[in-house]
């Protein structure tokens, strides 16, 4: 396992360069870059102004290296052309393409990954500042949704075909169906102050006297603040899993060793819980890595929005808009390092699961 864990560690260093590349080429014919927003929104201020602003007079600070650099800013027509190439200077719009992209991943070997253009903060500072509301989604979120689909697929899957797996499918079905942004609106409606009930916060993690508070204090408050994003993600998250926790175990049901089992005697949830179980839980291992980024960085997004969490997803959304290059590429490259991690681990505990599995016979 040592030598396979070795390859795919060594696998992964391409692999970041690959992504990076392609969202670096792709961002080279993106509009609207930092210079040409930056010129737009001072093009009415006079020219001293905007120098002063540059030159960290101004309420922004505009540091930090660039990652799109594309002459003929649109934004920029008007102003004195020294001062569009002193913001491409500050940017690091003035090297060649291949430099800046050489420059970008000899900072990223070693996790720097520059100042942010419009909030004059390390990347990093931000990352690490907007990561625990994140996690604290996406764990909470997936733990939730397999603790209620894992049961609930194996419940379906004894029962197949009675009236409960169908009024469980019917249900699941229709939790699926409704976007989680939709959901988290209804239940700000109807618990959170709306028209109805007020028994849950509106916004926030935690309230404002939350240092105040005792540590059991503490970890209430945080928990009555999670109720209703969890809720709204968990309701469309584990449809997918338990369909697919039920079809694995039918799958398993209907093989020989259950067939042998039974003739030797075992009963039936001895069948299931030994013997069933271990395999059929390898398709629902092997989309835990997706279902856990998934969650954690792209289906928190509009919740964080709705719920005024400041996490990953909105400090993503927000640096896209801007064309905060250095943050756009560094989530980027945290995201995609964190995601290969991932799942490497869940090959691991495939053989934890199964020890039959040897990847290091297998071709990676």
């Known amino acids: 396992m040592g030598v396979y864990i070795l390859r795919r560690l060594g696998l992964m260093v ?130 939730l949704t397999y603790l209620v689909s ?18 469980s499918s019917a249900a699941v079905i229709v939790g699926y169906a409704i976007p989680a942004f939709l959901f988290a609106v209804f239940l700000i409606v109807l618990l959170a102050g709306g028209s109805y009930l007020s028994i849950f916060p509106l916004r926030g993690l935690v309230s404002e006297n939350f240092a105040t508070l005792s540590l059991a204090g503490q970890v209430a408050d945080y928990a009555w603040h999670m109720v209703l994003p969890i ?28 067939v042998t089992a039974r003739a030797k005697g075992l009963t039936e949830s001895r069948i299931l819980y030994r013997h069933v179980f271990r395999n059929a839980m390898l398709l629902v291992i092997a989309g835990f890595p997706a279902a856990f980024i998934s969650i954690l960085f ?33 989530t980027l490259y945290l995201f995609s390092l964190i995601g290969l991690l991932t799942k490497l681990a869940s090959d691991i505990v495939y053989t934890l699961v199964d020890p039959r599995i040897d990847f290091e016979r297998r071709d990676v």
């Open 14 to 143: 391409p692999t970041l360069i690959g992504i990076l590349l392609i969202n670096f080429l792709i961002i080279q014919f993106a509009p609207g870059g930092p210079i040409e927003q930056i010129a737009a929104r001072y093009s009415g201020a006079t020219q001293g102004g905007l120098s002063n602003r540059l030159s960290g007079g101004g309420a922004e600070t505009i540091t930090g290296p660039g990652a799109n650099g594309a002459g003929g800013y649109r934004g920029a027509r008007g102003l004195d052309p020294r001062l569009v190439e002193e913001l491409k200077h500050q940017f690091g719009f003035d090297l060649p393409v291949h430099e800046r992209f050489l420059k970008m991943l000899r900072n990223y070997a070693v996790l720097d990954f520059g100042d942010s253009f419009f909030r004059g903060r390390p990347v990093i500072d931000l990352v690490l500042e907007k990561l625990p509301v994140s996690i604290s989604l996406g764990l909470w979120t997936t733990l």
């Open 150 to 167: 894992i049961p609930l697929g194996i419940a379906k899957a004894v029962r197949d075909g009675s009236r409960f797996d169908v009024v």
């Open 231 to 258: 809720t709204a993600m968990v309701i469309g998250s584990f449809a997918t899993l338990t369909l697919l926790t039920k079809n694995s175990f039918l799958e398993e049901v209907g093989k020989q060793y259950v």
């Open 298 to 330: 792209t289906s928190s997004l509009l919740i964080e929005v709705i719920f005024s969490l400041d996490g990953l997803g909105l400090l993503g959304f927000d640096a896209a808009i801007k064309r905060d290059y250095p943050v756009v590429f560094g």
